[in-house]
């Protein structure tokens, strides 16, 4: 009986302990835990710009001056110097800045010149402004390069000669950057032949003595092969349009570069024609 009463004063034991250690384990995980500061979200969610139709898109930037550039392409040419912002953002503090001067708050719809050699910067800061993205914006339309004539004939030609057609045409940069040439492409579409045997004759550059600024003209230059059928020829060039954010200029190549992107320009479309005789 003595063992009896012993055995059950030892299981009264271990219960109380197994019960003060459940207590003990339930009280821990009520003990309030120090979470982690949040990190307060800084973002450019939305850029319109007047009443103009335009797009909107934000891409990481791969220049030091800025952390992501806003694309905003307008469909048709605007006056790039008189637009006025209205911003959506995440964050504490809006302030913008042209040519590196230094950043002011940025009043609701405020007008600013975003014209061609400005440079002009957002910054989106915290509430104790120890942490903020700087945005680049990118102000343009889709459609930069306007033919005087979208489509170009050039004079008869005779079989088996090379037809060079200097100086041809022109164009004009109605952009808000500058396009460096010389501009080439090996993209032709519609091709016109006597035969199906035949490819396409014309190629095409498009050239000025200097990169050509925002309002300037350049020249179009078309040539042909050494062509040996008779008949009606025709094409349509088209070039490839990009903005290199480095130089702050708009090329036709180096799309693999870290600093050419794809933004949305149009690609430049410009028809060509004309007859191969004896």
Excluded at 81 to 88: K, Q, R, S, W, Y
Aim: negative net charge; charged residues 20%.
């Amino acid at each position: 009986m003595k063992h009896l009463k012993k055995y059950f004063q030892i299981n009264v034991i271990i219960i109380a302990l197994i019960m003060v250690g459940s207590c003990s384990s339930e009280n821990n995980t009520e003990l309030p835990v120090e979470e982690e500061d949040k990190k307060e979200i800084l973002a450019i969610t939305d850029f319109k710009i007047s009443s103009e139709i335009h797009s909107f898109s934000v891409i990481n930037a791969s220049i030091q001056s800025a952390d992501s550039l806003v694309i905003c392409l307008f469909t048709s040419p605007v006056d790039y110097a008189n637009l006025t912002p209205t911003v959506e953002y995440l964050g504490t503090r809006m302030e913008y800045r042209i040519n590196n001067d230094d950043f002011k708050v940025y009043d609701v719809e405020e007008n600013i010149d975003f014209s061609y050699p400005n440079i002009v910067d957002f910054k989106v800061s915290n509430v104790d402004n120890s942490s903020s993205k700087i945005y680049r914006i990118i102000v343009d339309t889709e459609n930069p390069i306007l033919f005087t004539n979208e489509e170009i004939t050039i004079p008869d030609s005779q079989v088996n000669t090379n037809y060079s057609g200097i100086e041809i045409g022109t164009w004009k940069n109605v952009g808000n950057h500058p396009i460096r040439v010389t501009m080439r492409t090996e993209n032709y579409i519609d091709i016109i032949t006597p035969n199906e045997n035949i490819n396409n004759i014309f190629s095409t550059t498009l050239t000025s003595e200097t990169n050509v600024n925002p309002n300037d003209m350049g020249a179009i230059n078309i040539f042909t092969s050494n062509a040996s059928v008779v008949g009606a020829y025709g094409t349509t060039a088209l070039f490839d349009l990009y903005f290199n954010e480095n130089l702050g200029y708009i090329v036709y190549d180096d799309i693999t570069g870290a600093y050419v992107n794809d933004i949305g320009y149009t690609k430049a479309a410009l028809k060509i024609k004309g007859n191969i005789v004896d």
